[in-house]
């Protein structure tokens, strides 16, 4: 910043696109999506300059059509992680010397190449993998992904622009460094969108990173890091790998120069990934930060005020869009004995409406298929359970099957005991658990909601009491990190409600704000002293 201080473009949420019939981002995606379909892309790793193809390769599938091979990618040996790490550690001055707007002019450049030339790319990508209909992968893979480069930007211009006031002869200011070494950014499957923001905001803040996305995403990740380079990073700041997640991170965790995790994926392995960073934190040449997104049993509450087409629309929007594998997906719900049945019904009425789950292709369906088949009999086996369980009954749904893709029908679970086993283990797939209290109990039910969970990342409440609305917002402050009123516990909006949950969801560092980039760097104070002292004496010696 040594010829200006300089305003970044000010930054404003991506208009959401319809893709109503006949209109020309329909046909564009569609295109797209045949042309993915129809061809098969080679994905290597990406290591400085060079393009890694180890010959050693993993077939990609749409989740919705398993038995078709849409592309193979390399998996990578420990040389090749190991080769990740030190080009990044050899790129590391150019980039963090790079003058601030220069970083910020790369991503910005990355967010109009998705808004404009790459928007149909990246969004059928995300059907193809991820198996997201066309709604989901828009407001995912192309509005979320480019609102995080742009607010990104934006908070970056802000955290630099904070400086300490200055007492007279002396002028104080903080530069907010890069950390010292680099970065493992790990995400996950379900949305695009998180997969380009983890290494990205690190590396927008002058840190290098190595990027291991989802075997389940790499099809779509491949378009990420097509923008990025077509946006100018340049080669060795992020550096792409994919194989064996353990030999990976023992690989990344035992370098002296790991320096932060940026890590979104189950609570078991974020963990894990704590517990080996604490064995070995002796051998690191810094303290690394820790930031990780993970789990979520999240509650929809329903008051007896509230009206019962309100509730029922947020559960099944809440519960079954991108077939519940959101962190913030609804999957367990409170539902007041005088209008149960009402909501219930209601419920089955708009599910009824869906079709069968199928292909994202035809973009008449709402659900398609769950990511894999590790998924799919997860799934499988909790339905069954419910079914044969005698305090619990599948109401909606139930129906499964994996011969084409892996379809599971949304799943509605009622339920007579409020700790039944799918009221406290997440499940990531379109089954929600439904328990009915008694009108008079709740105060009593609030205690329940919060001590349900191990989790705090999203729940909603929905009432027409403003008093009932108020004891709940006090009584369940503790259990959601995003708190919704009058909503479905979904749909975060970069700018308007950063996210991320406190217990055993992560630590809470709300992506798509600037408390997240604030944990990429390592502020510098510099104290000038414009007539430096002579004397040791101070007046009061006299």
């Known amino acids: 910043m040594g010829k200006g201080f300089f305003q970044v473009p000010t930054a404003v949420n991506e208009p959401i696109k319809s893709y109503a019939p006949g209109t020309p981002e329909r046909e564009e995606v569609l295109e797209a999506y045949r042309n993915f379909y129809e061809g098969t892309v080679d994905v290597p790793l990406y290591i400085g300059s060079e393009q890694i193809k180890t010959g050693n390769t993993k077939p990609m599938s749409p989740p919705h059509d398993h038995k078709h091979v849409v592309g193979h990618y390399h998996l990578a040996e420990k040389k090749h992680v190991e080769e990740a790490i030190e080009n990044c550690l050899a790129s590391r001055n150019a980039w963090a010397n790079l003058t601030w707007e220069q970083r910020a002019a790369i991503f910005l450049k990355a967010a109009d190449l998705i808004a404009g030339p790459y928007r ?180 929809i509450l329903a008051h007896p005020t509230a009206k019962p087409q309100q509730v029922a629309i947020a559960i099944v929007r809440g519960a079954f869009e991108f077939q519940g594998q959101k962190c913030s997906a609804a999957s367990r719900v409170y539902l007041p004995k005088s209008t149960s049945q009402d909501i219930l019904d209601r419920v089955k009425k708009e599910v009824a409406s869906f079709n069968k789950p199928g292909s994202p292709e035809d973009m008449s369906n709402f659900i398609t298929a769950v990511i894999h088949e590790g998924s799919f009999d997860k799934l499988a086996k909790y339905i069954d359970q419910a079914k044969n369980d005698e305090n619990a009954e599948v109401i909606i749904g139930g129906g499964y099957d994996k011969s084409e893709g892996y379809f599971v029908e949304p799943t509605v679970i009622l339920t007579t005991d409020p700790n039944y086993t799918t009221m406290e283990t997440e499940l990531f797939g379109p089954v929600v658990t439904i328990y009915v209290y008694e009108d008079d109990q709740w105060s009593e039910t609030l205690k329940l909601v919060d001590q349900t969970s191990e989790y705090a990342l999203t729940g909603a409440v929905l009432s027409g009491d403003r008093y009932a609305i108020d004891e709940a917002t006090k009584a369940l402050q503790n259990c959601a990190g995003n708190f919704y009123i009058n909503d479905k516990p979904t749909g975060a909006v970069v700018g308007q409600q950063p996210f991320g949950g406190a217990r055993a969801s992560g630590t809470n560092d709300k992506a798509g704000s600037a408390q997240n980039l604030l944990r990429w760097v390592s502020p510098r104070l510099i104290k000038e002293t414009f007539v430096t002292p002579e004397d040791y004496r101070y007046p009061f010696l006299g």
């Open 120 to 299: 149909a790319k990246i969004n059928a990508a995300t059907m193809m993998a991820q198996s997201k209909n066309i709604h989901q992968a828009e407001i995912d893979s192309a509005c979320e992904l480019i609102d995080f480069l742009r607010f990104n930007v934006e908070y970056m211009s802000q955290i630099y622009e904070e400086q300490p006031e200055s007492a007279a002869g002396t002028w104080n200011r903080v530069e907010y460094r890069p950390l010292e070494g680099f970065v493992y950014a790990i995400t996950p499957f379900n949305f695009t969108a998180i997969a380009g923001n983890l290494p990205a905001s690190a590396a927008m803040m002058g840190n290098v990173v190595v990027w291991k996305p989802s075997d389940s995403q790499i099809f779509s990740a491949k378009v990420i890091v097509d923008v990025f380079k077509e946006a100018g990073l340049p080669d060795g700041v992020i550096n792409v790998v994919y194989g064996d997640p353990v030999m990976i991170t023992e690989t990344v965790l035992s370098s002296p120069d790991f320096s932060g995790l940026h890590f979104t994926g189950s609570t078991y392995v974020f963990k894990e990934l704590w517990k080996q960073i604490g064995n070995n934190i002796h051998n690191y040449k810094t303290y690394p930060r820790i930031v990780g997104e993970t789990g979520g049993k999240d509650f």
